[in-house]
C-alpha cells in the first residue's frame, strides 16, 4: 500500500476488501480439500481474539503458505502443525510481536 488512500478508500475498506479477496482467490486455487481446511480456519481466526486488520493478513498470509506447502507435499495440513489446530492459530495470534514488546516494556517501566 504505496498509494496514499482517500477518505472514501479508508471509511468503507477498499483495500482491505480486494485483500481478502485474494486470499479467497488463492485458497479456492488449492482445491477442494484444501479450501475446505482453510474456511474452517477462517472461521475460527475471525472469531479468535485478533482484533486489527494487519493481524488477520498476518495470520491468513502464514496459514495460505502452510496450505501450499502441505499441498505441494501431498500431505494434510496437521502433518505440518500438528493435531491441536485451534491451539496452532492460538499461538499465531498470542505470539508476542514488536507492538505486545513495547507494552510489556512500558508496563514495567511504569512499575519501577
Do not use: H
Not at 477518505?7 to 479450501?35: H, Q, S, T, W
Not at 482484533?51 to 496450505?67: A, G, H, P, T, V
Amino acid at each position: 500500500m504505496t498509494k496514499q488512500r482517500n477518505i472514501v478508500d479508508r471509511m468503507i475498506g477498499l483495500e482491505e476488501k480486494r485483500e481478502f479477496r485474494e486470499f479467497e482467490e488463492r485458497a479456492k486455487n488449492f482445491g477442494p480439500d484444501y479450501y475446505k481446511d482453510y474456511c474452517e480456519l477462517k472461521k475460527y481466526v475471525w472469531i479468535s481474539g485478533a482484533s486489527k486488520w494487519s493481524d488477520f493478513k498476518f495470520i491468513f498470509n502464514q496459514l495460505l503458505d502452510l496450505l501450499e506447502e502441505a499441498k505441494g507435499q501431498k500431505r494434510k495440513l496437521t502433518d505440518l502443525i500438528g493435531t491441536d489446530v485451534a491451539a496452532f492459530i492460538d499461538e499465531m495470534i498470542d505470539d508476542k510481536g514488536w507492538e505486545k514488546k513495547q507494552k510489556v516494556k512500558l508496563n514495567r517501566a511504569v512499575k519501577k
